[in-house]
């Protein structure tokens, strides 16, 4: 599905992403910008429209902190009831849709996954190396890599007592479908996940944010009736263990700033611009 050529165009789109925040003051042109990751200016027009179906120019406006706070300002559209508005056909709800958590037993909790065996892979996408591994009931664990062996470590350190073996298996195939970006015919992803009910609550919030929409860390902990808990959702967020299938990096700071990302901030950036882009594309071809 995805390739090496993929991984190594978003390693340059997530330089250039980085280059253009360390220098905003400066504005850099297109063409500086283009220098900097190595590639000509026609070629770094053509890697963007690639990869993200739009423009250098336009992709950069997306993740520019103006949009940013435009779209928490908007209060035309609930980013929690946008099926109406943006049309049933479109991919805003599409997590919501298509992405189901079920909580480990209690047992299986505590345990850190004892008797549980985890199929685990490492699979490129268009956002760099996935580590993408299951239980025989869902997926338990996606997240960007940017050394396998320290993503697996990750993965086992969270089930200590888990039986992790390196097999591919179809739960996986699911998940790589939805960094494709023809979702017509995408599966149910079952998500087999351990986490306490706070964080499976805020994990499920998360799910109901549409695509090119951005919400805060208030507001999510407003959707779940815990108000005065905006920290403790940061915390939950930040421990999401589904990277992009669980949305976490469409909540950002009140003020429009990204903070942080378990992933990577320019990886979030990444996120953010893509999908802004891909709503676009529908509205405009719809």
Same mark, same amino acid.
């Given at each position: 599905?995805?390739?090496?050529?993929?991984?190594?165009?978003?390693?340059?789109?997530?330089?250039?992403?980085?280059?253009?925040?360390?220098?905003?003051?400066?504005?850099?042109?297109? $063409?500086?910008?283009?220098?900097?990751?190595?590639?000509?200016?026609?070629?770094?027009?053509?890697?963007?429209?690639?990869?993200?179906?739009?423009?250098?120019?336009?992709?950069?406006?997306?993740?520019?902190?103006?949009?940013?706070?435009?779209?928490?300002?908007?209060?035309?559209?609930?980013?929690?009831?946008?099926?109406?508005?943006?049309?049933?056909?479109?991919?805003?709800?599409?997590?919501?849709?298509?992405?189901?958590?079920?909580?480990?037993?209690?047992?299986?909790?505590?345990?850190?996954?004892?008797?549980?065996?985890?199929?685990?892979?490492?699979?490129?996408?268009?956002?760099?190396?996935?580590?993408?591994?299951?239980?025989?009931?869902?997926?338990?664990?996606?997240?960007?890599?940017?050394?396998?062996?320290?993503?697996?470590?990750?993965?086992?350190?969270?089930?200590?007592?888990?039986?992790?073996?390196?097999?591919?298996?179809?739960?996986?195939?699911?998940?790589?479908?939805? &960094?494709?970006?023809?979702?017509?015919?995408?599966?149910?992803?079952?998500?087999?996940?351990?986490?306490?009910?706070?964080?499976?609550?805020?994990?499920?919030?998360?799910?109901?944010?549409? $695509?090119?929409?951005?919400?805060?860390?208030?507001?999510?902990?407003?959707?779940?009736?815990?108000?005065?808990?905006?920290?403790?959702?940061?915390? $939950?967020?930040?421990?999401?263990?589904?990277? &992009?299938?669980?949305?976490?990096?469409?909540?950002?700071?009140?003020?429009?700033?990204?903070?942080?990302?378990?992933?990577?901030?320019?990886?979030?950036?990444?996120?953010?611009?893509?999908?802004?882009?891909?709503?676009?594309?529908?509205?405009?071809?719809?």
């Amino acid at each position: 599905m995805f390739t090496t050529q993929d991984m190594l165009n978003y390693e340059r789109i997530e330089a250039a992403i980085d280059f253009v925040k360390t220098h905003y003051q400066r504005q850099p042109s297109l $063409a500086t910008i283009a220098e900097h990751v190595h590639v000509s200016p026609d070629h770094f027009q053509r890697l963007f429209q690639d990869w993200a179906g739009t423009s250098p120019k336009k992709f950069l406006q997306y993740i520019d902190l103006y949009h940013a706070k435009h779209l928490l300002a908007d209060k035309q559209l609930s980013l929690f009831d946008a099926t109406h508005e943006l049309g049933l056909s479109s991919t805003s709800r599409l997590h919501d849709m298509f992405v189901q958590i079920e909580g480990m037993t209690p047992a299986e909790y505590k345990n850190g996954g004892r008797n549980l065996l985890i199929s685990y892979a490492h699979y490129p996408t268009l956002f760099g190396e996935l580590l993408v591994a299951s239980t025989e009931k869902g997926i338990c664990y996606v997240a960007f890599e940017e050394k396998e062996r320290d993503a697996l470590a990750a993965l086992q350190k969270m089930y200590p007592e888990a039986n992790c073996v390196e097999a591919e298996h179809t739960l996986h195939q699911p998940v790589l479908a939805f &960094f494709a970006k023809d979702w017509q015919e995408l599966s149910t992803v079952k998500l087999h996940l351990r986490g306490t009910d706070f964080q499976l609550k805020v994990w499920e919030a998360l799910l109901k944010i549409p $695509a090119g929409k951005l919400s805060t860390y208030q507001h999510i902990a407003q959707q779940i009736n815990h108000d005065k808990s905006s920290r403790a959702v940061g915390n $939950a967020i930040g421990r999401n263990p589904v990277a &992009f299938l669980i949305p976490c990096h469409r909540v950002i700071q009140s003020s429009g700033l990204l903070g942080g990302y378990r992933w990577g901030v320019n990886r979030k950036s990444a996120l953010i611009g893509w999908e802004g882009a891909h709503e676009e594309n529908l509205r405009t071809n719809s």
